[in-house]
């Protein structure tokens, strides 16, 4: 989702630094679509990234900026370890390889910048009131580990100089636009959208449930700021906790209430579900964010932005 | 050196928590000595950890307690990068998949401790005056990459239920005996233990580098200690930061003119190297370790302690 709008805005501004984009290889599990508009030449691709030649064929043709955003969500690396660790971690480390093994041949000339989806996942309870970026990578998940893990290797790949890598811890990202996916995540954008929609949602957790979130327009542009920012003033610490909004899901529904009314939020069942509550409550729901927001990245102010943000972008009316 | 020093103290005590050993299986890359004394059978087996069978031989007997030690040290973890991540990531990633799979064949029921040589190389620059157990691990070496990922893959199978792992961070390890290895850190033992012998040594770092240390039998001491514990106290987070001394170069060479005199402190010749001199810097040189403490790990209290227990277990004394 978070790609397909990344295509979408890199097409509509088809320059990444003020440098115009040539060519752009878009990878994904089924052939994705080409974005609308773009001035620059487009191979969509079906490449499974765990498979054995994936990495090298993504590097062929050496790509001077890599994003990374292929995963196993959080819901299926916990009921998968084995796919979580194939396709989180090992295709992950593959693609590096193979920018290696570039990297050597051109000798040391190929160093793509590499952007990379980490999340906030990476952290684990208990917290700090507010997280900040020294705070330790203790994940409470696979996903988490995975996502830690990647954030080890590009630190590590980048103070060698194969590549010049960041990885952008996002926030929760809602409003999501449907259907959902299996991440644990997900009722945090279907008590939003479905009842928007005129249908009916289910939240598994308690109202007190703080999350950190951002929209996904949001999201996109971190990976636009990061694809023009120096990583050189990040210094050996490649991984960047990305701004958000703290907020509940209490004020979630409040935020509900003033878009759509009374009506929308009779539309959220409450489903308690011990799983999804355990897992959510040993989320992170407040950070600083310092570095981030000293390098300029940037989110929403507050929840109703975020639901405009959505009613604006994604939004499909109910039919009547 | 830790692993042959290990062997020996669970040969002297020749039990676990108050329950008897049954039989110890030894690896390493050369065939191991076995300890003396010990009151159970004992197979020493040569194992290059990195082959494809290694792991699975290790797991086959289903031992209850394994101690992971083995590992390519800092210096040729950083000149091979390809090595470094074969050994210290790879190899000990197929171990806990050899375990995953015990696991798995016995219903769940096989589920050892175990019990891993992490490093504070897992911390880099900058850092706090004191660094708490819940500063982040952001290493300077691919060797410190490796061991923060295992920590990560330690608590995310011990969190499954697939191990009871720790991984214990070792302090800067000294008075090592002879001869040196490849660790940067070498240097830190040999100007105690040459002098002492009557042989010449070099200090390639400022005196004024600061270090976190223990002696080895401290560090055996940790394995012990960690292998008698209830890990279910330290919850999720299985990375503990063991113990130790904060002491400079400079104070070093104090303690070795009271234990070995002026004529000892003139065998150390000064030889700044850049290399080393950048890499030891940007190690952490003062720990809080309050969770260790707490658990009852327990180091040194100086450093002229640590000269006396290398004099008392490890000094060959100079021939004349």
Chains 1, 2 share one sequence.
Not at 161 to 186: C, F, K, M, W, Y
Not at 230 to 256: C, H, K, N
Request: charged residues 20%; glycine residues 8%.
């Amino acid at each position: 989702m978070i790609g397909r709008k990344l295509c979408a805005r890199l097409a509509a501004g088809s320059a990444i630094d003020g440098r115009p984009i040539e060519a752009a290889h878009l990878i994904d599990v089924v052939t994705p679509a080409p974005p609308a508009g773009a001035r620059f030449a487009t191979l969509c691709e079906a490449l499974d990234v765990a498979a054995p030649t994936a990495a090298a064929k993504a590097i062929a043709a050496r790509p001077d900026v890599v994003f990374h955003l292929a995963a196993v969500v959080s819901g299926e690396a916990e009921s998968d370890f084995a796919k979580g660790y194939a396709v989180n971690l090992d295709a992950t480390r593959a693609l590096f390889e193979a920018i290696r093994l570039e990297h050597e041949r051109s000798n040391g000339a190929y160093r793509p910048r590499l952007i990379y989806a980490s999340s906030i996942a990476v952290f684990g309870a208990p917290f700090p009131e507010t997280i900040d970026d020294d705070f330790l990578a203790a994940p409470l998940t696979s996903y988490g580990a995975q996502k830690a893990i990647v954030e080890l290797l590009i630190a590590d790949y980048s103070r060698r100089g194969i590549l010049d890598g960041v990885a952008l811890r996002l926030p929760t990202v809602v409003v999501r636009p449907g259907p959902a996916n299996r991440a644990v995540s997900g009722f945090f954008s279907s008590i939003i959208r479905e009842p928007l929609s005129g249908r009916e949602a289910i939240l598994p957790a308690p109202e007190a449930t703080r999350l950190w979130c951002a929209s996904p327009r949001a999201a996109v542009g971190f990976f636009v700021h990061a694809a023009a920012l120096d990583l050189a003033a990040l210094g050996p610490r490649r991984s960047l906790t990305m701004p958000g909004i703290s907020t509940t899901v209490g004020e979630q529904i409040e935020a509900l209430r003033r878009a759509g009314g009374d009506s929308a939020v009779r539309r959220i069942h409450r489903q308690p579900d011990e799983s999804s509550a355990r897992i959510v409550s040993g989320w992170p729901g407040r950070f600083a964010a310092r570095r981030a927001l000293a390098l300029g990245f940037a989110a929403e102010s507050s929840f109703d932005e975020i639901v405009r943000v959505y009613l604006e972008d994604d939004h499909v009316p109910a039919v009547a």
